[in-house]
């Protein structure tokens, strides 16, 4: 009787030690499994934000190339413009007096393309650096670049902004938003063969939306991701929604045309002097 009633002690004691070892068997395979799942989300954060930083100086990069060039177009090539507009005057007075008629004609031609280039020389200058933009904000840069487009061309833009007194946002916001603008239009014009183009932006507490839509032959967002032809355009406005936490989508209307549709979070906007977007210290040459 009493080897049963130890046999059974034995049993019981037994069957908790092992219940024991394995609790603590399944809570170290449970802790392990989170310190694991811990560490790959801290390393998946720490690769999200280096290849956020990647996309952030690459942009960086290249709005700076933009500002050498521009600068090196309105320093450079302006100030030799404007000299030979000078000369040109100079030697039309002199054609005027000594010259003939056929002479005259070829003065007044020379003088034409020069007048042509410098005008071509401040619209480049302008597409490169966005001077507008850091002067009187969004609304007035977006509406210069459309009121330009519709110059010349058959083709209707429409721009509607709401609230009408739009707020400024950080000088990277608003130049990423810019950009962005301009990559749809562009790639409206340049591959959808439309007539039509309605940009809408809006924004409130949280998001900051931009609808572009046109009437052209529209495209498949499906079907060019599958196939790897995304372009260069699409890849960039994605790059630079990626910095800014933004989003974007794609759609087909059955009726034709496309639409793209953009959401970004409202940043706070700096308390410090953002660096300004034109590369020009001073103006020496007024072309």
């Known amino acids: 009787m009493q080897n049963s009633e130890e046999l059974k002690w034995a049993l019981l004691i037994a069957s908790m030690a092992m219940l024991m070892m394995a609790f603590c068997m399944i809570s170290f395979v449970m802790y392990y499994q989170k ?7 801290r390393i998946n954060e720490i690769e999200k934000n280096y290849n956020r930083l990647l996309l952030d100086t690459a942009l960086n990069s290249e709005e ?3 500002r050498r060039i521009a600068q090196d177009l309105h320093d450079d090539i302006g100030t030799m413009l404007s000299l030979t507009k000078l000369s040109l005057n100079q030697l039309s007075k002199m054609v005027e007096n000594y010259g003939n008629e056929k002479d005259d004609q070829i003065m007044r031609k ?8 410098i005008l071509h020389v401040r619209r480049i200058t302008r597409d490169l650096v966005p001077t507008t933009l850091e002067r009187f904000g969004l609304l007035e840069a977006v509406g210069e670049f459309v009121h330009k487009l519709e110059e010349g061309n058959k083709l209707a833009i429409s721009f509607h902004a709401s609230p009408e007194e739009f707020p400024r946002q950080g000088q990277k916001l608003e130049l990423t938003i810019y950009r962005i603008i301009q990559e749809l239009v562009n790639n ?7 007539s039509r183009i309605d940009i809408n932006l809006e924004i409130n507490d949280v998001l900051i939306d931009l609808r572009v839509i046109d009437n052209g032959v529209g495209f498949d967002p499906d079907k060019i991701k599958e196939s790897n032809l995304a372009g260069l355009g699409l890849l960039g406005i994605e790059s630079r929604l990626a910095i800014v936490n933004g989003t974007v989508q794609y759609e087909k209307p ?8 953009v959401q970004i ?3 706070p906007v700096s308390d410090s002097k953002p660096e300004p977007l034109h590369p020009f210290r001073r103006e020496r040459v007024n072309i």
């Open 110 to 117: 020379s003088q034409s393309l020069v007048e042509e280039t």
């Open 188 to 194: 409206a014009i340049k591959h959808a063969s439309c």
């Open 64 to 66: 700076t190339e933009r």
């Open 265 to 267: 979070p409202v940043m």
């Open 35 to 41: 310190r694991r799942f811990e560490e790959e989300k």
């Open 254 to 261: 059955e009726k034709g045309g496309s639409r793209a549709f």
